[in-house]
């Protein structure tokens, strides 16, 4: 087995780590000022548009979409080790790229169910980075976990679909820029096939009817970065019916086409993570003592590092084979490998983090440093696109389908 990158992937990488020592690590800080003195704290910082303007000029922009028409045209294998590169500050080179979610989904999305009208009007203006979007799926009162227990109901009068649903945790609502949202409702609740009463359809934010609520936290953290998660409220707004996505009944294969290659661009960021904190262990445990002696002399230092190394050259490789099955026998070949990386990668971030969290003792949870951030992040992954459990029970199923 051949486990180089081909020359292509290389040359990018040296960019983007070229791009992140250069430009991303030292606006971390500048960004954390700007945003102190916003006259709205979802506002974007000035230091990102420039960061934003350097990437597209390095060539470094849309790596995410496979679509050469409107991406970079690189496989999944080639994307996720840059990826996991952008993983090392996910609070800016995700934007900084225009990789980040939700728009990478909802540009997918959009270039690959999208009509013309709709690619012009929403997925144009997406790839240059001019506005933001949200996907509207979870709701508060149901397990969203199971699509089909959504009751936000999509009704059609005429020529137009009528919008009315709650919605919440919707990612990137809060902030300004966000000018559209991807909406999944039930057009036919009563249709006898569960996994084809659900559609898509575009909601201008704009839209009278739609009224964005409040900022949801996470752990504490208002995720201003990737613009809120807002509670999100569709009271009879309505869109023409050109706004409907694909076909009616067609909106839980798209969610699950959306998904697949969402899922691995989280589990190479959350690996990127992991890279970050191993970084900081090492140079919190060689520059601090305690009781006399540094702390990168203590035996227990010595496993959590080392365990760590290990945890995470055994993810990269699981989620590198992963990219390479899904360019060469589909998302639906590479179903089993998605759901393994996606229950293995969070948790095992999660304990790399809090290990770190707990070498910088105070100082891992405070905002001097951005270990609780990304362990923030990182514990959400293991609910968001799926909470574990749901990948487990269907992957177990899998596995045991074999014996029956």
Not at 269 to 274: E, H, K, S, V
Request: aromatic share 6%.
């Amino acid at each position: 087995m051949d486990f180089a990158f081909d020359a292509r992937t290389e040359e990018l990488r040296a960019r983007l780590l070229a791009f992140l020592d250069e430009y991303v690590h030292p606006a971390e800080a500048v960004a954390h000022e700007q945003r102190a003195g916003l006259a709205s704290p979802w506002d974007t910082p000035p230091v990102v548009e420039e960061l934003k303007a350097e990437a597209r000029r390095r060539g470094l922009w849309n790596l995410f979409l496979p679509d050469a028409e409107h991406g970079a045209g690189l496989t999944n294998l080639q994307y996720a080790p840059l990826a996991e590169i952008t993983g090392r500050s996910p609070q800016l080179a995700p934007t900084a790229t225009n990789c980040a979610a939700p728009d990478t989904g909802n540009m997918e999305v959009l270039a690959q169910f999208g009509d013309e009208a709709q690619q012009k009007q929403w997925l144009r203006p997406l790839l240059a980075g001019e506005i933001r979007s949200a996907f509207a799926m979870t709701e508060p009162e149901v397990a969203s976990s199971d699509a089909t227990n959504i009751t936000t109901r999509i009704e059609r009068d005429g020529d137009e679909y009528v919008v009315t649903g709650r919605k919440w945790y919707i990612s990137g609502a809060m902030n300004p820029d966000c000018a559209i949202f991807i909406v999944m409702g039930k057009t036919d609740p009563d249709g006898p096939d569960i996994r084809r009463q659900q559609s898509m359809v575009l909601v201008p934010r704009d839209t009278p009817g739609v009224t964005v609520e409040r900022a949801m936290r996470v752990f504490g953290y208002e995720d201003h970065w990737h613009g809120g998660h807002a509670e999100v409220v569709f009271d009879h707004a309505r869109v023409p019916v050109s706004n409907l996505i694909g076909e009616e009944g067609g909106g839980f294969a798209i969610a699950q086409a959306r998904l697949g290659p969402g899922r691995i661009h989280h589990c190479m960021r959350l690996i990127g993570m992991a890279e970050r904190a191993i970084e900081l262990m090492c140079k919190r445990a060689v520059r601090r003592e305690a009781f006399g002696t540094a702390l990168a002399q203590q035996g227990v230092v010595h496993n959590w590092i080392a365990d760590a190394r290990v945890a995470v050259e055994q993810l990269r490789l699981l989620v590198l084979k992963t990219a390479w099955m899904m360019d060469t026998v589909g998302n639906r070949g590479a179903h089993t490998e998605i759901q393994a990386i996606k229950i293995a990668t969070p948790r095992t971030v999660v304990g790399i983090l809090d290990r770190a969290i707990q070498l910088y003792g105070a100082g891992g949870v405070s905002q001097d440093f951005p270990l609780a951030e990304l362990y923030a992040g990182a514990r959400t992954l293991m609910i968001a696109d799926g909470p574990d459990e749901v990948h487990q029970r269907s992957l177990a199923r899998r596995e045991l389908k074999k014996y029956l």
